[in-house]
């Protein structure tokens, strides 16, 4: 995971961010990847900003929304959390 993706939205809630992981002002640790690839995180904040995703915004129809140029907020996109994979235990 790049958490360079991330990194407008960490900084505004005062974490440090490189490639590699996030961490507070003060240097510790809160999310980075382990030698597999896969993502960890000790922080429930951190964590909701990592799951969240910018995703074109739908009607109802399923059509993409389109932008009003006369408003500041764009209407275009809008954030979406991502579903966690989990395993199931199979059948008893």
């Known amino acids: 995971m790049n958490f360079l993706d991330y990194k407008d939205e960490l900084e505004k809630h005062g974490y440090a961010v490189t490639e590699e992981n996030v961490t ?7 999310a980075s990847t ?7 995180c000790v922080d429930s904040k ?7 995703k910018r995703v074109r915004a ?8 389109k932008d009003d ?6 209407e ?9 994979v989990t395993k199931s235990k199979g059948k008893k």
């Open 34 to 40: 382990d030698p597999y690839g896969q993502m960890w």
């Open 76 to 84: 275009a996109w809008t954030t979406k959390v991502a579903k966690k």
């Open 24 to 30: 507070t002002r003060m240097g510790d640790v809160l």
């Open 58 to 65: 739908r009607t109802d129809k399923g059509h993409f929304v």
């Open 46 to 52: 951190v964590d909701e900003i990592l799951t969240t």
């Open 69 to 74: 140029p006369s408003t500041p907020e764009n």
